[in-house]
């Protein structure tokens, strides 16, 4: 399993922005990813969270929808792998929901995004795809995008939010936040 870098206010996830051209390199690193995710509850991880500076990210939504729960955005079924990603349109009205994720535990905020994007993409087989997607899968398909880019959802917050979770994100950084998965945190610049 891969560990999760740490993040917080002065730290980016991108190292440096690589596009991904090796397949053989692509399964393993893509299992791991999946494998990862999962373990840690979350519907999507992004290559630069565990410290590959590549635009890489896997979703798999089946998290959002409870057992019994109506499924009518198709959310159980909806896992992909997204290989140089770009997205080419965002569009609808703008919607506000509380994220969290993987790099800062316990911490969640309301951001809004746009309804529906669409995507240029290569899948796991390397096929190069454009899609539209709206809802739940455009959010997280819009936060993980924000990963490869080196912007966390912490960055859409008010300033006022922002000074509001200063504190908290300083002890998860600090390793004082416990979680269930493996993190490890870059070291800071004095």
């Known amino acids: 399993m891969k560990k999760l870098r740490g993040a917080f206010p002065s730290i980016s996830l991108v190292l440096q922005d690589e596009r991904f051209t090796s397949k053989m390199a692509a399964e393993e690193l893509i299992d791991n990813m999946i494998e990862t995710m999962e373990n840690a509850h ?13 635009r890489l990210f896997v979703v798999n939504t089946k998290g959002f929808v409870e057992e019994g729960e109506e499924d009518e955005e198709g959310l159980n079924d909806f896992s ?41 993409y290569f899948d796991r087989e390397w096929n190069e795809k454009v899609e539209t997607f709206d809802g739940l899968k455009a959010r997280v398909i819009q936060h993980e995008y924000d990963h490869i880019d080196g912007i966390l959802f912490t960055d859409h917050l008010s300033p006022l939010r922002k000074s509001m979770i200063k504190k908290r994100l300083s002890n998860i950084s600090s390793g004082k936040v416990k979680v269930g998965y493996k993190m490890k945190f870059p070291a800071l610049k004095k």
């Open 80 to 120: 992909e792998v997204f290989i140089n990603a770009q997205i080419e349109e965002e569009t609808g009205d703008d919607f506000v929901f509380n994220e969290g994720c993987l790099s800062i535990p316990e911490v969640r905020g309301d951001v809004e995004r746009p309804e529906q994007i669409t995507i240029r």
């Open 42 to 54: 979350g519907v999507g991880l992004a290559a630069p969270q565990i410290g590959k500076p590549i």
